[in-house]
Structure formats: structure tokens, C-alpha cells
């Protein structure tokens, strides 16, 4: 056995580093183990307490007979046959239904016309982007207020162009079909620009060559845009289309609005134009039966949900 | 492409036009009197009543839109500091530190996002009621506290923002997690929890139907102020136009401010959604 190792033998111990105290080294286990939960707590209480808390008990309250007294007698689901038989909500289905249709369905086709032109090397793209979302930075009641006044039956600024072209007077708040166009009106003017942003977002990482392809085969504009555009845009489509819908079951402010006098929460006289959201409202906060007013709200929850399926169902069979 | 252009940016004009009309329309009658309202055709430059028509609206006893602007600004800033602060203190726990059930957590977070909140508004009203917090600003501003939306963005953000060589050396360093995120974290979020912060602040801003349940009209927020003008004093267009135009200032100003910030976020959004 030939001595031939040859390493150097280390004269002293290599420094170790220095051993924390022991105090400093379990307050430190402490704070890794627990700092991520104390870090997510306030949203999870507050969550809890204020969010999750009441959409369970609101189906708790719906079984019952409740009212300012508090919880009467436990009725089951009889609230909720009441409200299969209350003309008063399915009218207010029929309004938010109609209403969301209008307002969503030329809000994201505008919006997708005026994505694709932003869409282009433009000058000054900047102050363009901004003059389009401009109206989502409003108060949502002034919206209300100066669409009100454009849509007035007698000092109007619609009325007065129709005017001229010898068209009578219309009694915007009257009838369904006149009080739905102007509160769709105002819906998409103010969201138009939003998802034509969203639009924008996702044309901008189509990549050029796709186009370039498709120009040399000879495909239109119109082609490019049907066969390139829409499908590789179609997550923002689906996106926009479920908030849209969302938000649109939820529609609240601009009827209240528009409604102004004393039948605003019940939509006009005839409840013309009143929504779901305006219902709920009304049966809980003015007539205080809050076991029915919660039964309306949980059957916009279901609506909801169910075409927020239904949507994206359709959008991602579509094409 | 090259010769469509002018044809292109005045379709494009006209769309930006439209857009902005009826913000200007509202500048327009809240600067003018009542008489002209109506007219055909109607006024279409400013007149000079406006500084007129505001302090009407701010000596209108019963709107209280003084008090209105006063609950819904402090609303708006408290909102959108707790907001931002818990929503980076929990995306930066989601993004970047290991904790047991930190995927199942996240979920429920994300699942929280479709629920539409107005949905619980009656038995809020009653934990209100218990609370004693009837017509109190705490009722509209405790339970906005925190965000789902706030949280997932926070978290997408600190993902990118935040390398974990980084919190390592702080924590070989000896900082407590709370510091790392204070002094390390917080900065680096700043560009996301500013575009958090706007959207926040204008959501607050806006909130309607929650205010309307829960608060009276004694002690309004500026919408619920703005509403009341207009079921009460609906023939006074100016005095209406002056409270809505009041009600939008502070938007605009934000939107000046952080115009790019603002559709920086929104596209920014959009990718990932």
C-alpha cells in the first residue's frame, strides 16, 4: 500500500458558519411555516364573512317565510313556486334577456370592426387607445343622467334628429322594445371600447406571417379576417362574451336611471324595462320579503351560470 | 394598407367622436341654464352658468352630494390601499412561497371570481343590521377589503416580477418574510398594483347597488347622490348634468393621469385571460 496520498490534510477545521441561536432559528421555522397562511388570511376572513357567508345563507333565507320581523316559518321551496308563477319575474327575465341581447351582441361586433382597424401601423395609436375606452372611465349614474336626457321624449336629442327626417316624436320610456334600445344604448357605448381593447390584445400576437401566407394564396381581407382573425382571437372572444353576459344578467344602474319618478325600481309603470337585479331589489328593500327577494337572487345566480355554460359551449363549438 | 389610411383614420375619428360625445354633451348642459335645455338645435358649446349650477348642487339640502362626494372619496382611497395591500400580500404568498393546500387555496380563489357578490346582498344587509353598520360608510367599505380579481392579478404579476434568487438571499440574509415583502416585494409589484389600484378606485367609485340597500339617503355615496337628483329634481337638467359632471371629474383626472397604465392593464389582461 504506497503511500500516495499526496492531499494536504487540513491544518484546522474549515470555519463552519456560524449556528444561528436557537431562539432565532425556531422563530424563523415559525415564520416559513406560518407567514404564507397569515399572508393569505384577511382575503379568506374577510371572504368568508362578507362573500361566501351570504350567497349560502341567501339559499337559506329563500326557504323561508322572511320579513323585517326576521325568519318566519320554514316553507320549503314554496317561494320558489310563487316565483314560477309570477308574471312580475318572468317579465323581468324577459327584460334582462332582451336587454342583455342588445347590448351585448353589437357591443362585441363593433368592437371586434374596431379592434381590427386599430389594428393597423397607425399614427398616434396611443391617444386613439385612449379616446376608445374614454367612456369606462365614468360615474355609471352620470352615464345614466345624460343618456336619460338624449333619449327624453320631449327635449331629446335622438327625438330631435329623427326629427329631421320627419319622424314622430318617440316615447322612449313607453314600451319595451324603445326603453331596451336606449338602456342597451348606453351599455354599449360605455363597454365598446373595453373589449375592442381585449380584441386589440390578442390580434397583436397573431403572428404577421399568417397574414403574409395568406395574402400570397389570394385570400381577402374579409377571408383573412374570418379564417385567421376570429379563430386565433377566440379565447378573448369566449372571455369577453362570459363577462358580457355577467354582467349584463346584473344590469342595475342605467334602467334605475333611466326609469326616473317614482316607478324607477319597478322599471316604468308597466315594468317595461325593469331587470332581474331592479326585481330582487324591489320584492327585499322596498317591500322587505326577503325570503322571496332571495329567491329571485338565487335564480339569477342559476341564469347565470347556466349561460355562462351555455356561452361557452357555443363559442368554443362555433367554427 | 397605405392608401386606405386617411379613409381609416377618420372612420376611426367619427368612432372616437362618438365616444366622447356624450361626455361632452354633459360639460355642455352643466354649464348652461334650463331654458336652452330642449332646444333644436341644442347647445352645442359651453356656456358660462356653470360655477353657478355646482353651487346650486352643492346647496341642494336634501341630495347631500357635498357629503356623497366626501363618503365616496374616502371609500374609494381606503378600498384601494386594502385592496392593493392585501392582494400583494396574498399573490406574493401564492406565487412565490411553499405552503401546504397553496394549489387547492388558489382554486377556491379562482372559483370565487364567477360568483357575482350582489348575489348576497340580503344577508349581508342582515350581518349589517346585526353589525349595526345600517347606513354607516363601514358597510360599504369592510367588505370590499379584499379582492379575488386582486389577488389572482397580484399573483400572475409577482410570478414575473419577482426572481427567487432573490428571496433566498434575503432569507439567507435573515429577513423575516413580512420584511422580504416589504421591502423587497412590495416595490417590485408596484407597476401591477398601480393598474390594481385604478381599477379599484374606479370600481369603488362606481358601486351602486350595495350603497343604495344599505345606506340613506341622509348619508349618501356620490352615485346614490346622483340618483336621487335624478328621481327628485328630473326637470332641473342642469342641476343634474353639474351633479353627474362632479361625480366624473375624478375619474377623468385618474384616466389623465394613467391613461397608458389603464390600457396597458386591460391588454395586459386580455393576453393572459
Redesign the interface.
Known sequence: MAVTDVRPRPVAPPPRAPI?PLR?GFL?LV???W???L??A???V??A???????A??GW?SLHEWDLGGAGAFIGLDNYTTLFGDPDFWNAVVNTLGMLVLATVPQLLLAMV?AS??N???RGL?L???????????????????????F?R??G?VN?IL?LFDVAPIDWRADKWSSWTAIATMVN?RW???NA??????MQ?IPRELYEAATVDGASKVRQFRSITVPMIR??II?TVIVST?AG??L??EP??FG???Y?ISGGSLRQFQTL?MYM?EK??RDFD?GY??AV??M??LL?TLL?VVNFLVTRRGN | MRRSQPLLHLTLLAAIALSAFPLYWLFVVATRTNDVVGDWPPPLVPGGNLGDNVSRLFSTEDAHFLLGLVNSAFASVTVTMAVVFFSSLAGFAFAKLKFRGRNGLLLVILGTMMIPVQMGIIPLYMIMVELGWQNRMQAVIVPSLVSAFGVFLMRQYAERAIPDELIEAAKVDGCSTFRIFWTIVLPALRPGAAVLGLFTFMGTWNEFLWPLAVLESDNPTVQFSLSQLSTTYYTDYTLMFAGALVATVPLLLVFIAFGRQIIGGIMEGAVKA
Open positions: 444561528p432565532h424563523s415564520d416559513t411555516r407567514s404564507p397562511y399572508f393569505i384577511p382575503f379568506f374577510i371572504f364573512i362578507f362573500g361566501l357567508f351570504p350567497l345563507y341567501t333565507v374596431l382597424l386599430l393597423q401601423k397607425l396611443t386613439l387607445r385612449m379616446g376608445v375606452v374614454l367612456p369606462i372611465v365614468t360615474s355609471v349614474a352620470a352615464v345614466g343622467i345624460v343618456f336619460s336626457q338624449i327624453d320631449d327635449a336629442m330631435g326629427g357605448w365598446t371600447g373595453y381593447l381585449i380584441y386589440l390584445a390578442a400576437s379565447p378573448s372571455f355577467i344578467m346584473q342595475f344602474t334605475l336611471i326616473q319618478g317614482g324607477a337585479s331589489f327585499a328593500f326577503y327577494g332571495s337572487a338565487w339569477i345566480f347565470i355562462a
